[in-house]
T-cell receptor, first 113, second 112 residues
Framework: DAKTTQPPSMDCAEGRAANLPCNHS???????VYWYRQIHSQGPQYIIH???NNETNEMASLIITEDRKSSTLILPHATLRDTAVYYC??????????????FGQGTILTVHP | EAGVTQFPSHSVIEKGQTVTLRCDPI?????LYWYRRVMGKEIKFLLH????????ESGMPNNRFLAERTGGTYSTLKVQPAELEDSGVYFC??????????FGPGTRLTVT
C-alpha cells in the first residue's frame, strides 16, 4: 500500500470547518483513500473513502486532487466531540491483503471552544 | 443493532501466562479482523478472517499468537506464553464487505 503523510497535529475552532490534509504521492490507480478516526480510548471509526471523485456523507467530505497525489478531509462544522486522531489510509481492494488497513501516525485534531 | 464487542475490556497477566481475547462481530459480518497497538506504536494489522477461514495472517507477530474463528461467528485470539512486549490494546473489527470496517472498543492487555 502507498505511504501517506499527514501533519502531526492541527487545531480548529468549534463551529468552523476542519480541513485535514494528506499526501499520498505514490498512490496507484487501483488504490482507494480511506479516512478513519480514533476518539480517545475508543476503537477506530470509519469516516469516508473515495477513489477519484469527491465524496460526501453525513460526517464529512473528501476532496481528492485530480492527480490523486493528495486529499483533504473536511469536517464542515467541527464540534468538541470531533477531537480525535484522524488517519488517512491508502488501500487496494484486491489481492490477499485486501482487508488490511495500514495505520500511520495520523493527525491529532483538537477542536477548541 | 449491537456493534462489535470484545471481552475482556482489560486483562492483567504475568509473563509466561496464557490469555485469550474474544471478539463478537456484528451479526452477519463474514469478515473479521484483529489489530493491535503496542505502547507508543501505530495500530498494526494482525489477521483477517473470511467466515472461518484465514484470508490473511501476514501481521501475526510469531507463533505465540493463535487466532481462531470456529463456525464463522465469534473469534478468539490466544497469546501463549505472553511476553512483556505483548502489552497493548487489541482491537477487533468486522465488515460485511471489504469497504467499511467497524471496530470494537478494544481489549487492553497488560503483561507484568
Amino acid at each position: 500500500d502507498a505511504k501517506t503523510t499527514q501533519p502531526p497535529s492541527m487545531d480548529c475552532a468549534e463551529g468552523r470547518a476542519a480541513n485535514l490534509p494528506c499526501n499520498h504521492s505514490t498512490i496507484s490507480g487501483n488504490e482507494y483513500v480511506y479516512w478513519y478516526r480514533q476518539i480517545h480510548s475508543q476503537g477506530p471509526q470509519y469516516i469516508i473513502h473515495g477513489l477519484k471523485n469527491n465524496e460526501t456523507n453525513e460526517m464529512a467530505s473528501l476532496i481528492i486532487t485530480e492527480d490523486r497525489k493528495s486529499s483533504t478531509l473536511i469536517l464542515p462544522h467541527a464540534t468538541l466531540r470531533d477531537t480525535a486522531v484522524y488517519y488517512c489510509i491508502v488501500r487496494v481492494l484486491g489481492g490477499t491483503s485486501y482487508g488490511k488497513l495500514t495505520f500511520g501516525q495520523g493527525t491529532i485534531l483538537t477542536v477548541h471552544p | 443493532e449491537a456493534g462489535v464487542t470484545q471481552f475482556p475490556s482489560h486483562s492483567v497477566i504475568e509473563k509466561g501466562q496464557t490469555v485469550t481475547l474474544r471478539c463478537d462481530p456484528i451479526s452477519g459480518h463474514d469478515n473479521l479482523y484483529w489489530y493491535r497497538r503496542v505502547m507508543g506504536k501505530e495500530i498494526k494489522f494482525l489477521l483477517h478472517f473470511v467466515k472461518e477461514s484465514k484470508q490473511d495472517e501476514s501481521g501475526m507477530p510469531n507463533n505465540r499468537f493463535l487466532a481462531e474463528r470456529t463456525g464463522g461467528t465469534y473469534s478468539t485470539l490466544k497469546v501463549q506464553p505472553a511476553e512483556l512486549e505483548d502489552s497493548g490494546v487489541y482491537f477487533c473489527a468486522s465488515s460485511a464487505s471489504s469497504y467499511e470496517q467497524y471496530f470494537g472498543p478494544g481489549t487492553r492487555l497488560t503483561v507484568t
